[in-house]
């Protein structure tokens, strides 16, 4: 599934740049005319499923009943329920039964009736709903996987690995409490534009 992204992925796309002495993005949707916003485009749908992926973030989850199918499985389960689209991991299967599978976008499963709970993967239109600790977090992990192509000093490798390693701390204290912090930058001692970039 692709992500749909708007001004505010592209903001999230500029905190990351911020780490970089380069200029910002105007667009990651479709990208601008410029080969850094072609890499945030390209990098951004795995950072943030590496953010939502690493814990049961408060937030993101969603509970749903499970619509069955018309197809069958072949063998070992008598039926299939249709996943839903936004679906990054299962949390959880409730059914009147135990034994279940997942099979790409279905669950085979002989239960008569499935609920689910799972981490989902957020719309553009979901963007701000996302808690802040996150959508920074989100940043700090696109801007780990910019490194690469857009540096070849150690150092501010090795900083930014950090720093994202930072981040999902904070982001995962914050969660846990149910308090949100004002930012995670905050947490951390600095804000995004306190260093050389």
Not at 7 to 21: C, K, V
Not at 110 to 131: G, N, Q, T
Request: net charge negative.
């Amino acid at each position: 599934m692709a992500l749909q992204y708007t001004n505010s992925w592209t903001q999230i796309s500029n905190l990351a740049l911020s780490r970089f002495p380069i200029a910002r993005i105007t667009s990651v949707d479709p990208p601008d005319n410029s080969k850094v916003a072609g890499l945030c485009a390209e990098h951004l749908p795995a950072s943030i499923d590496e953010v939502l992926l690493y814990h049961d973030w408060i937030g993101m989850t969603k509970r749903v009943s499970l619509e069955q199918s018309e197809e069958t499985p072949a063998f070992d389960y008598e039926l299939f329920y249709q996943l839903p689209p936004d679906l990054l991991r299962i949390l959880s299967v409730d059914s009147d039964v135990h034994t279940w599978q997942q099979e790409q976008d279905q669950i085979a499963t002989d239960a008569l009736s499935v609920d689910l709970a799972y981490i989902f993967r957020p719309e553009s239109a979901d963007v701000l709903k996302i808690p802040v600790y996150l959508r920074t977090a989100i940043g700090y992990a696109l801007a780990d996987r910019l490194t690469m192509p857009l540096t070849a000093d150690e150092a501010k490798i090795t900083r930014i690995a950090a720093e994202k390693a930072q981040a999902l701390g904070v982001a995962l204290e914050a969660d846990s409490s149910g308090q949100t912090p004002n930012t995670v930058a905050e947490q951390l001692g600095y804000t995004w534009s306190d260093e050389v970039r």
